[in-house]
C-alpha cells in the first residue's frame, strides 16, 4: 500500500513539473485585435466579420485556432492567395493571434440557402457523403448544424455559398494546398455536388 502511495505521489510530482516546464501559451489582446482588424481586415471582412461580399469569407465567430492557422499560413505560403498574403505579411504572430480571437468574439449572423432544386442533394451529401465514392458526410467533422470543432475544423454555418464552392474546387483543383484530407475529399465530388452542398451550408444554423 505504502508503495502504491510513493509511486502516485512520483506520478503527480512529474506531471506537476511538465505542466511547470510547458510554454504558457501567449494570451489574445481582443483590444488590440480589433485596432488590428480595423487597420487591415475591415475593407474586405466587414466591421464585425460578417462580410457582405459572397466572394469573401464570413470570419465572425468562427474559431480562434483556424483563423490564425490560416492568417499564418497565407503569410508562409503555404495557402497561396496573393491578396491574403500582402496583408498577411504585415502582421506579426501577436497581431494575427489577437485579430483571430477578437474575430471568434464576435456574433455570426445566418445565412440563407437559395437553391430550392438542390437544397435535398446538398443535404444528403452533407449528412451522409457520396458512399460510392467513399466521400464522408461533412458532418462528420464540422457538425451537424455546421458549427465545426473548436481547434480541429472549422465553423461552416451560414459561409455564403459562392465562397465554399470556390474553396472546395481549390481543393478539388490542387490550387489550394493547406489540408490533404480536404484535397482528397474534394477529389472526389463533381461541380453540381460541390454548388449543392455549398447552398445548403449556407442555410445552416
Given at each position: 500500500?505504502?508503495?502504491?502511495?510513493?509511486?502516485?505521489?512520483?506520478?503527480l510530482f512529474a506531471?506537476?513539473?511538465?505542466?511547470?516546464?510547458?510554454?504558457?501559451?501567449?494570451?489574445?489582446?481582443?483590444?488590440?485585435?480589433?485596432?488590428?482588424?480595423?487597420?487591415?481586415?475591415?475593407?474586405?471582412?466587414?466591421?464585425?466579420?460578417?462580410?457582405?461580399?459572397?466572394?469573401?469569407?464570413?470570419?465572425?465567430?468562427?474559431?480562434p485556432e483556424y483563423?490564425?492557422?490560416?492568417?499564418?499560413?497565407?503569410?508562409?505560403?503555404?495557402?497561396?492567395?496573393?491578396?491574403?498574403?500582402?496583408?498577411?505579411?504585415?502582421?506579426?504572430?501577436?497581431?494575427?493571434?489577437?485579430?483571430?480571437?477578437?474575430?471568434?468574439?464576435?456574433?455570426?449572423?445566418?445565412?440563407?440557402?437559395?437553391?430550392?432544386?438542390?437544397?435535398?442533394?446538398?443535404?444528403?451529401?452533407?449528412?451522409?457523403g457520396i458512399s460510392?465514392?467513399?466521400?464522408?458526410?461533412?458532418?462528420?467533422?464540422?457538425?451537424?448544424?455546421?458549427?465545426?470543432?473548436?481547434?480541429?475544423?472549422?465553423?461552416?454555418?451560414?459561409?455564403?455559398?459562392?465562397?465554399?464552392?470556390?474553396?472546395?474546387?481549390?481543393?478539388?483543383?490542387?490550387?489550394?494546398?493547406?489540408?490533404?484530407?480536404?484535397?482528397?475529399?474534394?477529389?472526389?465530388?463533381?461541380?453540381?455536388?460541390?454548388?449543392?452542398?455549398?447552398?445548403?451550408?449556407?442555410?445552416?444554423?
Amino acid at each position: 500500500m505504502k508503495s502504491l502511495a510513493t509511486l502516485l505521489s512520483a506520478t503527480l510530482f512529474a506531471a506537476t513539473a511538465f505542466a511547470a516546464d510547458a510554454p504558457a501559451v501567449p494570451k489574445a489582446d481582443l483590444v488590440k485585435g480589433a485596432a488590428s482588424y480595423a487597420a487591415v481586415c475591415v475593407a474586405c471582412h466587414a466591421a464585425d466579420g460578417n462580410s457582405t461580399v459572397p466572394s469573401q469569407a464570413k470570419l465572425a465567430q468562427q474559431h480562434p485556432e483556424y483563423l490564425l492557422k490560416q492568417l499564418l499560413e497565407f503569410k508562409s505560403g503555404v495557402r497561396d492567395n496573393p491578396v491574403m498574403k500582402g496583408f498577411a505579411a504585415a502582421l506579426s504572430e501577436s497581431d494575427a493571434r489577437n485579430i483571430s480571437w477578437w474575430l471568434a468574439s464576435q456574433k455570426a449572423k445566418p445565412g440563407f440557402s437559395k437553391d430550392k432544386d438542390t437544397v435535398m442533394l446538398g443535404e444528403r451529401i452533407y449528412r451522409g457523403g457520396i458512399s460510392d465514392r467513399t466521400v464522408p458526410a461533412c458532418a462528420g467533422c464540422h457538425s451537424p448544424n455546421g458549427a465545426g470543432i473548436p481547434a480541429q475544423y472549422p465553423r461552416l454555418s451560414g459561409q455564403y455559398a459562392e465562397y465554399t464552392a470556390a474553396q472546395l474546387i481549390a481543393f478539388r483543383d490542387g490550387t489550394r494546398k493547406n489540408n490533404t484530407v480536404m484535397h482528397d475529399v474534394a477529389a472526389k465530388m463533381n461541380d453540381r455536388e460541390i454548388k449543392a452542398v455549398s447552398d445548403y451550408i449556407a442555410g445552416l444554423r
